[in-house]
Each structure stands twice: as structure tokens, then as C-alpha cells.
């Protein structure tokens, strides 16, 4: 496998060592995380659209060029935030969960064109600073997996309070595909992408589930804390959000 294929399939080679925002050594293992879930994810994007285009044969355009342009400029930036985190000794203050999920959609939307619309309701509370954390990455990595594997599709994302917690929904009308298939293949050879999601959400006490299938679009359902009996689903259905074209 290529390096290329690797950042897009999201295995990332190699490690690198650092220092946190704390002063103190930051493992290989979280480093690599910021790396996969930022740059790594806008790079690919960037290659997957310079692919398609290449692959009609046609010359490629100004508005494809200025796209690419925009998602390594994002690239760059994601990029210079891992490193301004890596080497701070101060936290940014902290943002909402209804306000950094707003703007996570409306971010990713502007850069890549992903038909998306956006419904949050107000938590019970916030959750700590570290599962927020750990829910928005993931909500990007579930959205830049639309974008990469659904050209195209039509997506929802909404947040709504459960008890002392919040269940977020992602769902897009693409063409769907088997999870199953997706959790084996991470099972033997590992990565940072789609299937380790559920560990992520584990281990911040939250849960992560996918409802997939060929033909029929995908859902993910991500919770906090975890409901009792929820399990990591591998499961099958369907998901056609109510969104209006762009």
C-alpha cells in the first residue's frame, strides 16, 4: 500500500515524538491522531479531486484547481493548529457543543461543497472539554468520509439532548456500504479511519454505531454518555435525510 492510498485509507506511516501543551512528552500514538484527523483528511481530499478529474481526461479546471487549493490551504492550517497545540502552554477557552459542531458543519460544507444541513439543540450541559474533544474529531471524520465516498450525497447532522447527555445523528443518501465488511478489514490491519471511531467514543464513555448497507445511505449515531445496552453496531439499514438540494 502507498503512502498516498495509506493517508486516504487513514493509516498514517511512521511515528513522531513531541511535547504537549502541558510541557510534558506527547505519545506517538496522540500525535499521529491530530495528524490523521486533520491534514491528513483535507491532503486526501485534495487528491481524490485532483483523481476524479484526471480520470474523465479532460484538462482540469480553474474552479477544480482553486478547490484543491483551498482544501491544502486547510491542510496548512490544520497543520500549524497541531503544532501551536503541541508547543502552547495555554488551552484555547472552550466553545460550546451546539456552537463548535455549528461551526465544524459550516466549515467543512465551505470547503468541500457537501450539501449539509445542520440541527442543534441545546444539551442538558456541555460535557467535559476531553469528550468534546474527541466527539467533534469524530464528527469530522464521519463527514469527510461523506465527502471522500459519497461525491455528491446529501447530508444531515443533528444534535439533540438525552437525559444528562446528547445523541448526535449524521446521515447522508449516498451509496451506502457494508460495515461489516469495513470493521473486518479494520480488525487485520489496523488504522486511525472509520473503524476505530467506536473505540474513540469507548473511551471517553460515549458510544458510536453505524446503520449501513449498499444502495441505502448511512447512518451514525454517536451518544453521551453510552446507553446502557448500546453496543459498537456492525449493523444494516438505511438513512435518506430530509435535506433539501443545493
Known sequence: MSSIHEAVDGVVPGAAHGRSSAGAALPDAQLIQQLHDGPSQWMALALLQLDRALSTG???DARLLDGVRTLLSEATRSIRGVLEDWCDTELPPAMSMVGA???LGLRVAALTGLSL???CDNPATDPPATVSFTVLNVAQEVLLNT???APGAHAA???RAIGSGFELSICDDGPGFDPVAMYRRHDIVGGLGLGALPRRMTSV???FSILSRPGHGTQVL???PAI???RDSHGHGGCRPDVSAR
Open 101 to 103: 459542531l455549528s461551526d
Open 222 to 224: 454517536i451518544r453521551w
Open 58 to 60: 479532460r484538462q482540469v
Open 147 to 149: 465527502c471522500k465516498h
Open 228 to 230: 446502557a445496552g448500546c
Open 205 to 207: 464513555g460515549g458510544s
Open 157 to 159: 447532522m443533528r444534535l
Open 117 to 119: 444541513r445542520v440541527q
